[in-house]
Structures are given as C-alpha cells and as structure tokens.
T-cell receptor
Framework: AQRVTQPEKLLSVFKGAPVELKCNYS??????LFWYVQYSRQRLQLLLRHISRESIKGFTADLNKGETSFHLKKPFAQEEDSAMYYC???????????FGTGTLLAVQP | DVKVTQSSRYLVKRTGEKVFLECVQD?????MFWYRQDPGLGLRLIYFSYDVKMKEKGDIPEGYSVSREKKERFSLILESASTNQTSMYLC??????????????FGPGTRLTVT
C-alpha cells in the first residue's frame, strides 16, 4: 500500500531557528508529492508541490528518491509559521491524495 | 477563487440519528472528496466522486454513504450515527486529470459530535 509517514507529531522551535518537517513515502515509481498547511481556524490549503520546485513563504521541499523523502525546510522560522503541516502523495490514476498524519509546528517567540 | 462550502461548522447529533453533511463547490470541479480529520491519524478518505452519480470507496467507508446528484454538490450520509463518528469532516474538490494531480481545495470543515 502507498504510505506517507510523518514521524513527528509536534515540532517546537524558537523564532529564527531552522525548521525541517520530515516526510517519507513508500516507493512507487515517480510519485507526485505535496505539502498542505492548516493555520489555526483556517481551512487546509496547498503550500507547495514538488513538481513546481517553488519556494512558498520561505519554505522549500526537495524530493530525494534515494531516501524516499520529501522534507519541508525553512532556514528561519517565524511565529506565523505555526500550523499543522501535512505531507501528501498522489494516489495513482484516480486523483486521490494520501495524507500523512501531520506535524504540528509551534514556533516560540 | 475556488469556494468550497459546507452546510454546518458545528453539529451535535444523538446516537442512531441519520446525519447529512452537505458540500458545495462553485468551480465546476469533477472530483469531490470527503475526509475525516482526527488528531494523530491525519486525514483519512471516506469516499470520493469523479462524476455525477459516480462514487468510490476510500479507506474508511464503513458506516457512511454518499450522494452526488449534481456536479457541484456532494453529500455525506451517516446512516446511524455512532459516538466513534465524532470527528472533523472535510470536503474537498479538484479538477479531473490524467497524469498530473491537481490541487485539492478544501472546505472549512464540519465538527460533528455524536452523543
């Protein structure tokens, strides 16, 4: 079965510190991978996708096929980055997404 | 802007009641999805639909059914609510495509409590 693993339920860092949210996926050809974010009292929304190779709000994520990882990184955390982050992969031909269990990022002042 | 709306933000129902959760999207998306969101378990797909009157089971369909009579509306039905169905329910929609997966747009969620 296709799986997405986020090993950390909670990641707490201080403002200005680097952030790395871990995501590993089960190997299956060429996956499409995404990061979604949910800020407090807001709806879940797409943060970035690996195919776009973009940086959004200072976050980047690189697909590492050798390690089957898609970690989300930001060099300097801000308090407004505090949110729940979900890693997801496309579920094959059906346009489904398979989500990880999420990591709550708490950025302390 | 894509808008996905859900009929209620909060809902309290009694065990055994039949519960309807409604979702409407205004962007002519073919795909619609129902998830439940639970702490520590992430988002789990209940059902999805890729066209009017078409539906497929997700990972946790037991105790739920769905209806899609119109393209813009996707309903989740709890036939006989139970306390273990207390959860946050999220609806989402996306374009249909082959090959490349498009972004899913989410509704605000319905927090259902079954007592």
């Amino acid at each position: 079965a296709q799986r997405v693993t986020q090993p950390e339920k909670l990641l707490s860092v201080f403002k200005g510190a680097p952030v790395e949210l871990k995501c590993n996926y089960s190997y299956s050809g060429s996956p499409e991978l995404f990061w979604y974010v949910q800020y407090s009292r807001q709806r879940l929304q797409l943060l970035l996708r690996h195919i776009s190779r973009e940086s959004i709000k200072g976050f980047t994520a690189d697909l590492n096929k050798g390690e089957t990882s898609f970690h989300l990184k930001k060099p300097f955390a801000q308090e407004e980055d505090s949110a729940m982050y979900y890693c997801a992969r496309a579920g094959g031909a059906t346009n489904k997404l398979i989500f990880g269990t999420g990591t709550l990022l708490a950025v302390q002042p | 802007d894509v808008k996905v709306t859900q009929s209620s933000r909060y809902l309290v129902k009694r065990t055994g009641e039949k519960v309807f959760l409604e979702c409407v999207q205004d962007m002519d998306h073919e795909n619609m999805f129902w998830y439940r969101q639970d702490p520590g378990l992430g988002l789990r797909l209940i059902y999805f639909s890729y066209d009017v009157k078409m539906k497929e089971k997700g990972d946790i369909p037991e105790g739920y059914s769905v209806s899609r009579e119109k393209k813009e509306r996707f309903s989740l039905i709890l036939e006989s609510a139970s306390t273990n169905q207390t959860s946050m329910y999220l609806c989402a929609s996306s374009l249909q495509t082959s090959g490349y997966s498009y972004e899913q747009y989410f509704g605000p969620g319905t927090r259902l409590t079954v007592t």
